[in-house]
């Protein structure tokens, strides 16, 4: 585990919005490094993400309305990330740039208030 700091309750403290937006840094970080043609980077980004991805269905919104439907959204999320990553096509990943996006928006529009 390379995000062992978290796995010790910091996660599951971290709001959802948070969460997913720290996900997508690790997705961000997985398309652009196996754009560049480094697979070893790209695998140890992969990692990372599915790592922070399997806290998140571990953790996230415990005790809070709506789990079931962000446990759907996320284990989906997981199947299309591990789908887009084994792709041939290099930039099969850049589908979710959009998506993660909207996450990082609201988490720092979340922090300023």
Known sequence: MQHKTLENGRWAKMPFLEQMANIGSEVYRTSSWKMKGNSERARMA?????????????????????????????????????????????????????YFMQFAVAAARRRKI
């Open 46 to 98: 992969f990692e990372r993400a599915l790592e922070l991805i399997d806290l998140t269905i571990k953790y996230g919104r415990l005790n809070e309305p709506g789990r079931n439907a962000m446990l759907e959204e996320v284990c989906r999320l997981r199947e299309e990330f591990c789908k887009n990553y084994l792709s041939p096509d290099s930039n099969a990943l850049t589908s979710f740039d959009k």
